[in-house]
């Protein structure tokens, strides 16, 4: 398989999964600004991480698979150092976003807390709800990732590492099989005999991951319902 397919194959659930997490980080983040300022702005900042590391892995595609386009995103990305170092409060910023990018699940856990502290008035119940709903969220989100086999990344001598994971569902002949004839279908096709289809696949993937983090989230919101009793005030975190 050409290294082109290979890497949008790695590459493509995380820019898709980010993306979506993004937009609705962002949306939460609006919506929540004026009566819970600090979650609202902190659900800004997690949309802003979000971006960034999906920007970062469609770099990783850009180098591989399109050098005209790795060229524009690295001057792009120069272009921007440039004017962080002459800019204190961007420089900040970015700092602020690239340690989110790269601790998303904390802070998560941090603009929980904050939603919980500054806008609830049973603070006890609804930290309990919280943590919960967490705990069911990451615990799909894991499940996830190793089901659709996408990758993770450690930090080696200072520098971010990204691992491949083998997917859990090509022990199965059949899904695999599946798997791999849609794999080869749109890396051979182009939609309008423009746009090529080799994302597809990938971000199918990263869909998945969503709607698993999702439901994982509502089944600890239904688990804290049968355990602490119903809140209609319970909200998506």
Known sequence: MPA???TIGLFAPIVASNAIFSAR???RGMSSIDENPLYGAMNMDIAAGQTLKG????KEVAAVSNSEAHI??????EAIKNFSKTNKLVKGVGKVVDFTANNINPI????SAAKVLFGSDDKLDAGAREIISLGSMFAAERAAKTFLGMPYTTKEDGKVVTHLRE?????????KEQVSALKEFCATKKLFNKVS???????AKGLAFVCASIAGYKLGNMAAD??????????EG
């Open 226 to 235: 049968c355990l602490l009793g119903k809140n209609e005030e319970t909200e």
């Open 197 to 203: 289809l080799e994302f597809v696949p990938g971000a």
């Open 72 to 77: 524009v995103a690295e001057g792009a990305s």
């Open 167 to 175: 997917s859990l569902y090509n022990k199965n002949p059949f899904i």
């Open 25 to 27: 980080r962002a949306s």
């Open 55 to 58: 920007f970062k892995a469609a």
């Open 108 to 111: 998560i856990c941090a603009t």
């Open 4 to 6: 082109g397919i290979q």
